[in-house]
């Protein structure tokens, strides 16, 4: 059921984030951006969240319930930034550097998003692996990866702090959402 969800989700994208990169938004007074030299970081930021989807693959190859939990969890936090990019407009910070990911572009169309702010999409994702996986060495390398993609993510001045801030409280929030949705409310 879930893969009858992602896929018009994964479709919308495109239109949706085409859509917000029209508007108009507020730009936000970041105190901790100002203070960050601004270096394009795309590398290192999709080396991590390529390196934790492995990982995340490989586990799920193992354990179909891990997948399931994963795809509902994904698919909660891509609804939330939705509604929440859609209910809190939003200016790219001063000085971003336009991540570059062929990977994520091709749902993203070809121009580059700089209004998907509220929250980061690529924290939080990372953030729902760790949660997921289930093996002590797995949970630390996704965690660390998480706080390497939201650190890179500001000193390349792709996201607000609050967006960065926001998005492991949003996953954790999806995740356990999830968690009723495949094992139950337990």
Known sequence: MVWLLIF???????????HIEKREGIELYDWLLEQLPVHNVSLPVFLFIWGAALLAIIRCVKSPQILLLLLWSYLLVSVSRILCIWMVPLNPPPHL???????????????????????SGHTSSVFIVFLGLEKRVDKAFTLFSSVCV?????????HYTIDILAA??????????????VYGWR
């Open 8 to 18: 018009p989700l994964l479709t919308v994208f495109h239109v949706f984030f085409s």
């Open 97 to 119: 550097i336009p991540l570059v990911d062929p990977l994520t572009n091709f749902f993203y169309g070809k121009q580059y998003i700089t209004k998907d702010l509220f929250f």
């Open 150 to 158: 939201a650190i890179l993510l500001l000193v390349q001045h792709v």
């Open 168 to 181: 492991p409280v949003a996953a954790y929030l999806c995740y356990r959402l999830a968690r009723m949705i």
